[in-house]
C-alpha cells in the first residue's frame, strides 16, 4: 500500500535526521530493533507501537480530508 510505503519512509528519514539508529529507538520505545526495521520496511505493526516511534521521533500523523 503507497500509503504504509510513504509512512515507513517518512519515518526512517527523520529518525536519520535526527542521528537516531534503529537500536536506539527501540530501546527508547521498550521494543527489539527487527520491529523498528520491519516499521521502516513498510511492515505491519502495532498501532500502538507506531505511536510510541513517533513520540521519540516528536512527529504526528496528521489526517486530511
Do not use: C
Amino acid at each position: 500500500d503507497l500509503l504504509q510505503f510513504n509512512l515507513a519512509v517518512e519515518i526512517a528519514k527523520l529518525r536519520q535526521e535526527l542521528g537516531l539508529s534503529q537500536t536506539e529507538v527501540a530501546a527508547r520505545v521498550k521494543t527489539s530493533p527487527s520491529v523498528i526495521s520491519r516499521l521502516e520496511s513498510g511492515e505491519n505493526v502495532e498501532l500502538k507501537t507506531l505511536m510510541k516511534v513517533l513520540r521519540v521521533l516528536n512527529a504526528r500523523i496528521v489526517i486530511e480530508s
